[in-house]
């Protein structure tokens, strides 16, 4: 190639430019042969191949096990990749191929034009407590009304923390000036369980009936920021066909939760 592809520092080996464009562009071309590869399994047996996912921790704990366990009883030998990600942080592997497709929690619609979106469901963020919480149970609470309370912020990325503030902003109030911020949703669902902290949730973590830990959603009357379960994916041309059958499964899943949920 005739150019310097790596630097090398006093931490080791990194890459110039030039070498950052080769390795972003091998992986696209390793995701583009893995795509081909699941085809041809497709084409030739229907039961084998590889899915790449992103998904958020809220679709972690329900949607997404429940799509995975109904196609693998169909498709056993299908190999999944699932990592916890939260939007943007997973866009560069999607692009790249590194990553099928995300399942995340939007705001609002993304403004990717090389990418596409699908709603798969609506939902909306919750103010949630442990259950024996002096507050839990109480009627038409307003977040005025919550905002001196302990406070903690799922704060993965910089969207969770601006949602977290624009809540308080949309209802007349300034936000919480002392919070406890935690990149960890496991971590947060803990915090609450054994603290009288509130934290902003995804209200369908409750809809589950599986659900088991003590912790529950408050009911107030202010008016709280929606979240999008979203599917963002290269255009589904790029896609193999044992992805977009996947992608059939996720929204039967979710057209389930629908269906239990009204």
Known sequence: LQVELFHRGTHGLSPTDAGRMLIARAKTIMGELRQVRNDVETIREGTKGEIRISASPSVGMGL??????NFRKRRPGVHFFIEEG?????????????????????????????????????????????????????RNLTIADLVDQQW???????TLRNVFAH?????????????????????TLALLEYTDMIALVPCQ??????????????FTSSPMPSWDV?????????????????????????????TSAG
């Open 152 to 158: 903690l912020v799922y704060s993965r990325s910089r």
């Open 205 to 218: 973590i409750f809809g589950d009936r599986q659900w088991r830990r003590p912790i529950t959603p408050l």
């Open 86 to 138: 939260s939007y943007p942080d997973f866009l560069p592997a999607v692009r790249s191929g590194d990553l099928d497709f995300a399942i995340a929690l939007l705001p609002e619609p993304m403004k990717e034009d090389d990418l596409q979106q699908e709603l798969l469901l609506q939902d909306n963020l919750v103010p949630a407590v442990r259950s024996e919480h002096p507050l839990a149970g109480k």
């Open 230 to 258: 979203t599917v963002v994916a290269r255009p589904h041309h790029q896609l193999s066909r044992l992805c977009l059958a996947f992608l059939r499964e996720l929204r039967l899943v979710a057209d389930q939760s629908r």
């Open 167 to 187: 809540t308080f902003v949309e209802n007349g109030v300034s936000p919480p000036d002392s919070v406890i911020e935690c990149t960890s949703f496991a971590t």
């Open 64 to 69: 997404l096990p429940k799509a995975v366990a």
